[in-house]
C-alpha cells in the first residue's frame, strides 16, 4: 500500500523559512517523480515544484522559483521542500504526491496517482 506523509508544516511569519518533507512507503521515490502541490482556501490546487524521475532535475513554479528547493533522498525515500523568504501569499495546504508524467505534464495535479494528507503553511504578514 502506497503512502505518502508530509510533515513539516506550521504558522510563520513573513520572510521566514520552513522545511516540508515527505515519507514515501510503498512506492521508491527512484522510480516516482514526486511533487509539492498547495491549495490556499477557495483556490484551486496548484502545483509548486517536482523531481524528475527520468532526469533527476528539479522543476519550479514561477511563483517559487529562486525562494524553495525541492530536494530527493533516496536512501530515506523522501522528499524535502525548503521554503525561504515565505509570503503571506504562501499560505495553503501543501500536498505531497508521486506519479509517473511525462515531462510536459509534470506541473498537473491529474498525472499523479498517489497523494498525501497535506501539510498547512500559514504565513502571516
Known amino acids: 500500500q502506497v503512502q505518502l506523509v508530509e510533515t513539516g508544516g506550521g504558522l510563520v511569519q513573513a520572510g521566514d523559512s520552513l522545511t516540508l518533507s515527505c515519507v514515501a512507503t510503498g512506492l521508491s521515490v527512484s522510480d516516482f517523480t514526486l511533487g509539492w502541490f498547495r491549495q490556499a482556501p477557495g483556490q484551486a490546487r496548484e502545483f509548486v515544484a517536482a523531481?524528475?524521475?527520468?532526469?533527476?532535475?528539479?522543476y519550479y513554479a514561477d511563483s517559487v522559483k529562486g525562494r524553495f528547493t525541492v530536494s530527493r533522498d533516496r536512501a530515506k525515500n523522501t522528499i524535502t521542500l525548503q521554503a525561504n523568504s515565505l509570503k503571506p501569499e504562501d499560505t495553503a495546504v501543501y500536498y505531497c504526491?508521486?506519479?509517473?508524467?511525462?515531462?510536459?505534464?509534470?506541473?498537473?495535479?491529474?498525472?499523479?496517482?498517489?497523494w498525501g494528507q497535506g501539510t498547512r503553511i500559514t504565513v502571516s504578514s
Open positions: 504526491a508521486a506519479g509517473r508524467p511525462i515531462l510536459s505534464s509534470l506541473r498537473y495535479d491529474t498525472s499523479y496517482g498517489y
Open positions: 523531481f524528475n524521475r527520468n532526469n533527476g532535475r528539479p
